[in-house]
């Protein structure tokens, strides 16, 4: 077979966890948003929890980028993750605009549970002792989650709310899909060198990722 028809093991692990994978990224507050009947209170709670997220996640973000320049022993990773921290920048501006379109005052909102939660696993995925085949491949998830769930939001028949349209465009556009096929081979790349013990721990790094995202939209249902 050729290389690029072989099914990677981000591939193999998404399919022994789909059940699991479809409930990150087809969880009710997406559908919710694709048909239209989602609740504009969730929303806003989602806004200002996921302000806050990625504030956190900007670090982590810098984090993977410096192991990128110093571990990766190709150069193309440093774009690739670069191109992510640049357009992390330009979605904290979307995020504050979002904000006062929506009346939401960042400054008041306070990280629940989920998310403190999520920003510990974050930090703990910062330490030097875990591998750097590791970190890709939350990084991927953590991207691709985002993709997956607002793609479905703008596909064939949505009734998304136009004033949503432009929260869904931010992660379901096509460069946004590009930028993640990036980094899942990047991850990929990484994982067919990867000892045993990483691959265990990267296949339980992408399940933990899923289900911190299951929570993280489960605080939407708050509302508050
Ligand atoms: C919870 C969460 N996961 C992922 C992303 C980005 O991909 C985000 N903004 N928030």
């Given at each position: 077979m050729e290389k690029s028809e072989k099914k990677g093991v981000i591939d193999t692990w998404i399919d022994k966890h789909r059940s699991l994978y479809a409930a990150a990224t087809r969880h009710d507050f997406v559908v919710s948003i694709r048909d239209g009947s989602v609740d504009l209170s969730s929303f806003k709670t989602w806004l200002g929890q996921d302000y806050l997220f990625v504030r956190g996640f900007v670090p982590f973000v810098a984090n993977v980028l410096i192991r990128a320049g110093k571990?990766?022993?190709?150069?193309?990773d440093m774009e690739v993750v670069l191109g992510g921290l640049a357009s992390l920048n330009d979605e904290i501006e979307w995020f504050k605009s979002e904000g006062s379109k929506w009346g939401v005052d960042f400054s008041t909102v306070v990280a629940q549970k989920a998310n403190q939660e999520y920003s510990r696993f974050l930090e703990a995925l910062?330490?030097?002792?875990?591998e750097y085949s590791v970190v890709m491949t939350a990084f991927w998830a953590i991207e691709a989650v985002y993709q997956e769930s607002f793609a479905h939001c703008l596909g064939d028949g949505n009734k998304t709310p136009a004033e949503l349209i432009g929260a869904c465009n931010r992660w379901g556009n096509d460069g946004f899909r590009q930028y993640c096929l990036s980094v899942k081979n990047i991850a990929e790349r990484c994982l067919e060198n990867a000892s045993r013990e990483a691959l265990v721990e990267a296949e339980d790094v992408l399940v933990r990722v899923l289900e911190h995202e299951v929570a993280f939209w489960e605080m939407s249902r708050g509302g508050q």
């Amino acid at each position: 077979m050729e290389k690029s028809e072989k099914k990677g093991v981000i591939d193999t692990w998404i399919d022994k966890h789909r059940s699991l994978y479809a409930a990150a990224t087809r969880h009710d507050f997406v559908v919710s948003i694709r048909d239209g009947s989602v609740d504009l209170s969730s929303f806003k709670t989602w806004l200002g929890q996921d302000y806050l997220f990625v504030r956190g996640f900007v670090p982590f973000v810098a984090n993977v980028l410096i192991r990128a320049g110093k571990e990766s022993g190709e150069t193309s990773d440093m774009e690739v993750v670069l191109g992510g921290l640049a357009s992390l920048n330009d979605e904290i501006e979307w995020f504050k605009s979002e904000g006062s379109k929506w009346g939401v005052d960042f400054s008041t909102v306070v990280a629940q549970k989920a998310n403190q939660e999520y920003s510990r696993f974050l930090e703990a995925l910062m330490s030097s002792e875990v591998e750097y085949s590791v970190v890709m491949t939350a990084f991927w998830a953590i991207e691709a989650v985002y993709q997956e769930s607002f793609a479905h939001c703008l596909g064939d028949g949505n009734k998304t709310p136009a004033e949503l349209i432009g929260a869904c465009n931010r992660w379901g556009n096509d460069g946004f899909r590009q930028y993640c096929l990036s980094v899942k081979n990047i991850a990929e790349r990484c994982l067919e060198n990867a000892s045993r013990e990483a691959l265990v721990e990267a296949e339980d790094v992408l399940v933990r990722v899923l289900e911190h995202e299951v929570a993280f939209w489960e605080m939407s249902r708050g509302g508050q």
